[in-house]
C-alpha cells in the first residue's frame, strides 16, 4: 500500500439540474467543450492530473497545493469571461474546493479521505437547494 500527500480538487457545476432541464444538448456539449478546453489544460499547466469524472462533477489530483489553488483561480477567471459573452440564465458557474490529505494508491484503487474532505468543501450551504 502506497501513501502520499496530495492536493484534491473538486469542481462542479452550479445548477446542473436547472440547466440541464433548459437546454439538455446545448448543456451538455458546453461542459464537454469546458473540460476539454479549459480544465483539461488548466490542470495539465499546474501539474495535475483528473483522476474521476462523475456526471458534471471531476476530481483532480495536485502534487502541489498551491498549483491546485493556483488552477481553481485561472479556471474561475476563465469561466467569467466565458460567462460574461452569454445571457444569466445560460452561464454555467463552478464550485470548486480544495483540501490537502493523504492519499492511499494500490494499484488501480485510489482510496482518498481528502476527497471526502474537498467535496464538503464545495457544497453549497444547507441554505441552497442541492442539484
Known sequence: MERRLAAILVADVVGYSRLMEQDEAGTFERL?????????????????RIFKLMGDALLAEFASVVEAVQCA??????????????P??????????????????????????????ATRIESPHASESPD
Not at 464537454?32 to 495535475?48: A, D, N, S
Not at 480544495?98 to 482518498?112: A, C, H, M, P
Request: proline share 5%.
Open 88 to 117: 444569466p440564465h445560460r452561464r454555467m458557474e463552478f464550485r470548486i474546493g480544495i483540501n490537502l490529505g493523504d492519499v492511499i494508491v494500490e494499484e488501480t484503487f485510489f482510496y482518498d479521505p481528502a476527497q471526502c474532505v
Open 32 to 48: 464537454r467543450v469546458y473540460r476539454k478546453e479549459l480544465f483539461e489544460p488548466e490542470i495539465t499547466k499546474h501539474q495535475g
Open 73 to 86: 483561480v485561472g479556471i474561475q477567471h476563465e469561466l467569467r469571461l466565458r460567462n460574461a459573452e452569454l
